[in-house]
């Protein structure tokens, strides 16, 4: 059982920055894929950001050059800084994780239960 806990959203102004992180626990034996997603009020679940074990990175259009993605193997923990903040990046905030729980076992994906993060002035 792998559990992912996220931290750091809230109110932010307009142009204003703020951090993200999701730390994983439970079994794990590594993992792969680390990353974000979004779900604003009355769309759709979107991709965000996502960083790979070699620390390949991948960003959505919305956000290139405004969100940094990173991670910290020995923490198990993803990070999602976010700047130049505007009203349309205003959602829940969810991480995953690519987790293998012990070693020859397939990865399977985890989630965030989310957080809030929410621009306006």
């Known amino acids: 059982q792998v559990r992912l806990v996220e931290s750091g959203g809230g109110l932010v102004q307009p142009g204003g920055s703020l951090s993200l992180s999701c730390t994983a626990s439970?079994?794990?034996?590594?993992?792969?894929?680390m990353g974000w997603y979004r779900q604003a009020p009355g769309k759709e679940r979107e991709f965000v950001a996502r960083i790979g074990l070699a620390r390949t990175m991948r960003y959505a259009d919305a956000v290139k050059g405004r969100f940094t993605i990173s991670r910290d193997d020995a923490k198990k923990t993803v990070y999602l800084q976010m700047s130049a903040l505007t009203p349309e990046d205003t959602a829940l905030y969810y991480c995953y994780m690519d987790v293998a729980a012990k070693q020859g076992y397939k990865s399977t994906d985890n989630w965030g239960q989310g957080t809030q993060v929410t621009v306006s002035s």
């Open positions: 439970g079994l794990i034996f590594n993992i792969y894929n």
